[in-house]
C-alpha cells in the first residue's frame, strides 16, 4: 500500500519561504508523476505544481516564477520550494503521485501566509 508522507508546512509571513516535501512510502514502484493541489477556504482544489518523469514540470500561472518543484527519484520524494509567497497561497497542499494508473493522495498540509 502506497502512503504519502507529506511535511514542511507552516505559518509565514508575506514574502517569506517554505519548502514542502512528500515521501512516497510501502511500494517500489516508481511514481510516473508527483505534485502537489491545493485547497483555500471556499474553493476548488487546483493543480499547483507537477513533475513527470524525465523532469518535465508545470504550473498553474499564479505560482510560476514563485514555485520550484524537484523530485528525487531515488527516494520517490517530491519537494516544493515556495517563494515569496502570497497570502492568496494560503491553503492546505496535498501531494499526489501517479504509478500506472493509480493516483494516491497524501493527507494534506496546512501553508498560512498572514502578518
Known amino acids: 500500500q502506497v502512503r504519502l508522507v507529506e511535511s514542511g508546512g507552516g505559518l509565514v509571513q508575506p514574502g517569506g519561504s517554505l519548502t514542502l516535501s512528500c515521501a512516497a512510502s510501502?511500494?517500489?514502484?516508481?511514481?510516473?508523476?508527483m505534485g502537489w493541489y491545493r485547497q483555500a477556504p471556499g474553493k476548488e482544489r487546483e493543480l499547483a505544481a507537477i513533475?513527470?518523469?524525465?523532469?518535465?514540470?508545470n504550473y498553474v500561472d499564479s505560482v510560476k516564477g514563485r514555485f520550484t518543484i524537484s523530485r528525487d527519484n531515488a527516494k520517490n520524494t517530491v519537494y516544493l520550494q515556495m517563494n515569496s509567497l502570497k497570502p492568496e497561497d494560503t491553503a492546505v497542499y496535498y501531494c499526489?503521485?501517479?504509478?500506472?494508473?493509480?493516483?494516491?493522495w497524501g493527507q494534506g498540509t496546512q501553508v498560512t501566509v498572514s502578518s
Open positions: 513533475i513527470i518523469s524525465g523532469g518535465t514540470t
Open positions: 510501502g511500494s517500489s514502484l516508481r511514481m510516473s508523476s
Open positions: 499526489t503521485a501517479r504509478a500506472f494508473g493509480v493516483s494516491y
